[in-house]
């Protein structure tokens, strides 16, 4: 069965600095990997996605992320945070043969002035 | 366009009676799918439709979840006799084809509290 892992819950930077959000999965197969952002009262906004090619993939907000095969990882990077970026941040997996997305547990940004 | 919209945003009940939550999705798209987000945790897949069938139940954590859509437009999903446990927020997301790559797009949820 197919799992995703946040290992971090709770992520404190400062404004300005960077920032690295971690994803672990675990998979038989060719992964389809998501990160999506969610906001106070809000729903979730897809990121980006990673289905094959360039295993480096650029979404909105500035973010970037890596899939990294052979750590079966998949981190969320953004070079300079903003105190908008506060927010929670969740990790998925997409499984064709369920036609589901299993997501992580999340991991909550805090991002200090 | 309008996004995924969901009602009622808020619902408190009584442990034991029977609630129904509603989504409607975005103009077009063929697949929904419902989660439930437990305080703390991530989401949790229920039940995913393609136009008005549901190829996939495996979700819904007991008989007391039922799921309906009217073609490729409302769904609604029917907690029966609900339980304290219940207390989550359900989100419900649409995506135009349901090929499962394509993006999901998501509602801003529904908080229910069952006392």
């Known amino acids: 069965a197919q799992s995703v892992t946040q290992p971090d819950i709770h992520i404190t930077v400062s404004e300005g600095a960077s920032l690295e959000l971690r994803c672990n999965y675990s998979y038989g197969a060719t992964p389809y990997l998501f990160w999506y952002v969610q906001s106070p009262g809000q729903g979730l906004q897809l990121l980006l996605k990673?289905?094959?090619?360039?295993?480096l993939v650029q979404g909105i907000k500035g973010f970037e992320a890596e899939f990294k095969r052979s750590q079966s990882s998949f981190n969320l990077r953004k070079p300079s945070v903003h105190w908008s970026d506060a927010a929670e941040y969740f990790c998925a997996l997409y499984s064709g043969s369920a036609r589901q997305l299993t997501f992580g547990s999340g991991t909550q940004l805090t991002v200090l002035p | 366009g309008a996004g995924v919209s969901q009602s009622p945003s808020n619902k408190v009940t009584e442990k034991g009676k029977d609630v129904e939550l509603r989504c409607d999705p975005i103009s077009g798209h063929t697949a929904l799918y419902w989660y439930r987000q437990r305080l703390g945790q991530g989401l949790e897949f229920l039940i995913y439709?393609?136009?008005?069938?549901?190829?996939?139940k495996s979700g819904l954590p007991s008989d007391r979840f039922s799921a309906e859509r009217t073609g490729e437009s409302v769904s609604t999903l029917t907690i029966q006799r609900t339980q304290q446990e219940d207390s989550a927020v359900y989100l419900c997301a649409s995506s135009l084809v349901g090929s499962g790559v394509d993006e999901q797009y998501f509602g801003p949820g529904t908080r229910l509290t069952v006392t």
């Open positions: 990673y289905f094959s090619g360039d295993t």
């Open positions: 439709f393609q136009g008005n069938s549901a190829p996939d």
